[in-house]
């Protein structure tokens, strides 16, 4: 094959220029190529031809020109497969326990809303239409007497009766828009809140004396009212404190919450809340939580499956006071909370009292603000994403820690 490539390619004729080889030798930068018009076109052409020739390819030149015809490569078909949600993939979107907790939220308001349909011979399964939700949230309204929100949580809940499609289509109906737009109009939001004296609640706690002599009942309230009173915490941070995590000082008492309420970019996170300690011994939340854990050296900690993720688990702080070797939930911490905080009084008017539960989170963030404390320290110690989510729902009192008459007048 060699011998017949060699055989069929003549060697072009060319004048010897001598031109080139002087310029690069004397280093000159200037015409150091020479002209190639001196190039004999036409054999560069055979070259090319012969070359194709021998290996049985036409060559793709037009003899007398040099312009290469463009070069076609056949498209081979090729066919992708629609991607899928491999094992792992599915087992995690499909998490049986996420999709109970889902349900256990929406399954109430849900089915009130197919009785009431069926009551009213309504197919709204198979004929989706946002009149029919409408008038069943204008029906709660108007017999139940449902406040803005609750219809908000039920609108919620009934939308995930449908495909995100159908959610679409009954949004963008005109009924729907001017129902919610008429709700919100109407809904004031008030900042009416009763004003608290916690002062009894104090008295009482001064009262019960020391904490070694108090019996442990009396000091799981009195521990569970000292942490949401001074740490901003709900029943459910404190079912949630991850008591092997817990750090105490001669100053302060560091609690780490395994995914509360409160998420970040939507994420759950782990909430550390640091509660000083008080120049009194009989209302200091640390000695009341060294005193707590004294009683429970000889018994082994309580392991607890978390609630909303099954798969994370922590050490219980709260036990049960009848049965120690058990935990308690959010709902029995609530009532020791209330033990001592339903002594606090009252001052408003009867509307705003019937409208606002105390809560620990919010009496102990007010008192903090009406004491002259930094708003920002108060929205680290209650981990609130805004100022405008604490005032709005949190702060009871709208009074100022500074007198504005005697710095105006």
Do not use: N, Y
């Given at each position: 094959m060699l011998d017949e490539i060699s055989q069929s390619v003549p060697m072009p004729s060319m004048e010897h220029v001598t031109g080139y080889i002087t310029e690069v030798a004397n280093g000159s930068s200037q015409d150091v190529y020479p002209d190639y018009?001196?190039?004999?076109?036409?054999?560069c052409v055979g070259i090319t031809r012969s070359i194709s020739v021998a290996f049985r390819q036409e060559s793709a030149l037009a003899t007398g020109s040099m312009a290469p015809s463009p070069l076609i490569i056949?498209?081979?078909?090729h066919v992708d497969n629609p991607p899928t949600l491999n094992e792992e993939s599915t087992a995690i979107i499909n998490n049986?326990?996420?999709?109970?907790?889902q349900r256990r939220c929406y399954d109430g308001a849900q089915r009130r809303f197919l009785d009431w349909s069926i009551q009213h011979n309504r197919k709204v399964l198979e004929f989706v239409s946002a009149i029919d939700m409408v008038n069943y949230l204008a029906y709660g309204r108007v017999h139940h007497k449902w406040a803005y929100n609750t219809i908000l949580q039920y609108k919620q809940a009934i939308l995930k009766l449908y495909t995100k499609e159908q959610r679409a289509l009954i949004a963008n109906e005109d009924s729907y828009i001017n129902f919610f737009a008429a709700l919100k109009n109407e809904a004031v939001l008030s900042f009416d809140f009763p004003v608290i004296n916690l002062q009894p609640a104090i008295d009482f706690v001064l009262g019960l004396g020391k904490n070694q002599s108090m019996n442990l009942l009396q000091l799981t309230q009195k521990l569970c009212f000292l942490l949401g009173i001074t740490g901003f915490l709900r029943p459910s941070d404190i079912e949630r404190i991850d008591d092997s995590k817990t750090m105490v000082t001669t100053e302060s008492l560091r609690s780490v919450i395994l995914a509360p309420k409160e998420k970040r970019a939507g994420r759950p996170i782990e909430k550390v809340v640091v509660i000083s300690n008080h120049s009194s011994p009989l209302l200091c939340p640390v000695a009341t939580y060294q005193t707590y854990k004294t009683h429970?050296?000889?018994?082994?900690?309580?392991?607890?499956q978390h609630a909303r993720l099954p798969q994370f688990t922590y050490t219980a702080l709260v036990r049960n006071t009848t049965d120690t070797n058990r935990c308690i939930g959010s709902e029995r911490i609530s009532k020791h909370i209330r033990s001592i905080?339903?002594?606090?009084?009252?001052?408003?008017t009867t509307s705003s009292t019937s409208r606002k539960t105390i809560k620990a989170r919010a009496v102990g963030s007010t008192r903090a603000i009406l004491?002259?404390?930094?708003?920002?320290?108060?929205?680290?110690?209650?981990?609130w994403a805004s100022s405008s989510i604490f005032d709005t729902y949190y702060r009871l009192n709208r009074a100022s820690a500074t007198n504005f008459s005697n710095l105006i007048l």
């Open positions: 018009t001196e190039l004999d076109v036409a054999i056949p498209k081979q078909r049986p326990h996420r999709l109970q907790m429970f050296l000889a018994e082994p900690p309580i392991i607890r905080l339903s002594l606090a009084t009252t001052t408003a004491a002259g404390a930094k708003l920002e320290d108060i929205l680290t110690q209650g981990s």
